[in-house]
């Protein structure tokens, strides 16, 4: 059936190391997204990209890189940059631009 | 700063009775709000939306009302269900063209049974 498939469920990051988190969508939507939660906060935005091969950065892209080579896939890769990488990460695909559906999320803590 | 405040972190509400959710919002171009329902460790899930051309939008035992000369929306939740129990999220979108919607911090609903 479809939906957002994210993995891992759960991933650690060590001092300066990347990692990447995966997001893959059978939806056939154009536009897919990355979120950050953190505790007590809002939904705010990474990166976000409308068709494939372009995408444009959100609120806090700083310390974040995606790629968009399939218009199924939407891969996040935490830098060593992002100094406070501890989240909850989500991603998500809509049609257009406004209702999304998001998967079930990656939690990211650092070692 | 914040575009969307949703001022009460929490609320508790008994079962069978009417939970409300106040968002207000600052920014006067959005023109399309969503709420979103959240259970933890979980991604959020759509629950309904409306648009500024409307003040009321309904979905069974949701309503979301919107007075824009305040720049408030309100989530009506009857009867409140303990499945209901979850965090909430106002949204809103400016434009046709925008795909940045900007969230607010939540509000967790507990209802008791």
């Known amino acids: 059936d479809g939906g957002i498939t994210q993995s891992p469920k759960y991933l650690f990051r060590k001092e300066g190391q990347n990692v990447t988190l995966s997001c893959e969508q059978n939806?056939?939507?154009?536009?897919m997204y990355w979120y950050r939660q953190d505790p007590g906060q809002g939904l705010r935005l990474i990166y976000y990209s409308q068709i494939v091969n372009d995408f444009q950065k959100g609120d806090i892209a700083e310390g974040y890189s995606v790629s968009r080579e399939k218009k199924e896939s939407f891969p996040l890769t935490v830098t060593s940059a992002q100094k406070n990488p501890t989240a909850f990460y989500l991603c998500?695909?809509?049609?257009?631009?406004?209702?999304?559906?998001f998967g079930s999320g990656t939690q990211l803590s650092v070692l | 700063d914040q575009q969307v405040k949703q001022n009460s972190p929490s609320l508790s509400v008994q079962e069978g009775r009417i939970s409300i959710l106040n968002c207000d919002y600052t920014?006067?171009?959005?023109?399309?709000f969503l709420w979103y329902k959240k259970y933890p460790a979980e991604g959020p899930t759509f629950l309904i939306s409306i648009s500024s051309i409307k003040d009321k939008n309904e979905d069974g035992r949701f309503t979301v009302f919107l007075n824009k000369s305040a720049k408030h929306l309100s989530l009506h939740i009857v009867p409140s269900q303990p499945g209901d129990s979850a965090v909430y999220f106002c949204a809103a979108l400016s434009g046709a063209g925008s795909y940045q919607l900007t969230f607010g911090k939540g509000t967790k609903l507990s209802v008791i049974p």
């Open positions: 939806l056939n939507h154009d536009a």
């Open positions: 920014n006067s171009m959005f023109d399309y």
């Open positions: 998500a695909s809509s049609i257009r631009n406004e209702k999304l559906f």
